[in-house]
């Protein structure tokens, strides 16, 4: 959870002042805000192996289920699963970012935050940043976790992989921003959306399991789901299939989905007080 650090101040003098951010001052109030947010991590690592337990149980539980109802060998069946499970913690880690805005504004660091002499979408954009690091180390972590039991990742489509992951925790992690700040002091509603969308979302994708012989509407409403096609493209790219299309519409929805996440998360906190 982030603390009330404090940034560190910069000048003002110039067009900043007079309200127009310089490119060298978003990036520098920027990566201020990424170091803030990254500190508490640091200190407690603790945090992020804890939060390895979720990808961890499905693993330990549910993927012998899968396997065990599958005509396929183990290792098949674990290069189908691994991909999807990697999706998942970017799903949830990104999709409850917003509980620690939601912590910093009851607190009151968060308005300490907003006087300070930086750049308001430098506070979105430092936060969501933040949230690439421990995704893509708990995906790491996963997928070498899986190696010896059969999984099999090509180590250049892992790095893509890793990098579309990133892509996707940005653009829902701003979005999870964006919620906290409307649900300014109702942590309720904040809980209650996110509840209602993260795990349709997560049942749509097909990364537990998979749609192909689900009713027709469940497959119609999954082609309208982005992150379906984030976990297709995973699939490929840890089986080394880098050319498959599913690939390129994976990066697609990924980035689609951040710059819409980026857009609304900063408008978001421009209008915040």
């Not at 520098?28 to 990808?55: A, G, K, M, Y």
């Not at 699963?81 to 949830?92: D, E, N, Q, S």
């Not at 892509?167 to 109702?186: D, P, Q």
């Not at 049942?203 to 409403?221: K, N, Y």
Request: charged share 10%.
């Amino acid at each position: 959870m982030s603390t009330a650090t404090a940034l560190p101040p910069r000048a003002t003098a110039g067009p900043s002042a007079a309200g127009v951010t310089r490119p060298t001052s978003l990036v520098r109030d920027t990566w201020n805000v990424l170091i803030r947010e990254l500190r508490p991590v640091v200190r407690d690592p603790f945090s992020l192996i804890f939060s390895l337990l979720q990808p961890l149980v499905f693993l330990g539980l549910f993927g012998p289920l899968l396997v065990a109802s599958s005509d396929q060998p183990a290792s098949v069946t674990l290069q189908w699963f691994v991909p999807g499970i990697l999706v998942m913690i970017a799903l949830f880690g990104t999709g409850t970012t917003g509980s620690n805005l939601l912590f910093e504004m009851q607190t009151g660091s968060h308005e300490r935050t907003l006087v300070a002499p930086i750049a308001r979408s430098s506070l979105l954009v430092g936060r969501a940043l933040k949230e690439m690091a421990p995704i893509i180390v708990q995906a790491a972590v996963i997928a070498l976790v899986t190696i010896p039991f059969g999984f099999s990742a090509n180590p250049v489509g892992m790095l893509i992989g890793l990098a579309l992951l990133a892509v996707f925790g940005l653009g829902f992690g701003s979005l999870s921003y964006a919620l906290a700040l409307a649900s300014r002091n109702r942590d309720w509603m904040f809980w209650g959306v996110q509840q209602a969308t993260i795990f349709p979302l997560l049942i749509l994708s097909g990364m537990l399991l998979p749609l192909d012989d689900g009713p027709a509407w469940m497959q119609v409403a999954a082609g309208f789901n982005p992150i379906s096609y984030v976990v297709s493209a995973e699939r490929a790219l840890f089986a080394g299939d880098l050319g498959s299309p599913a690939v390129l519409w994976g990066f697609v929805a990924a980035v689609v989905l951040a710059a819409i996440g980026l857009a609304v998360g900063i408008r978001a906190m421009k209008k915040a007080h």
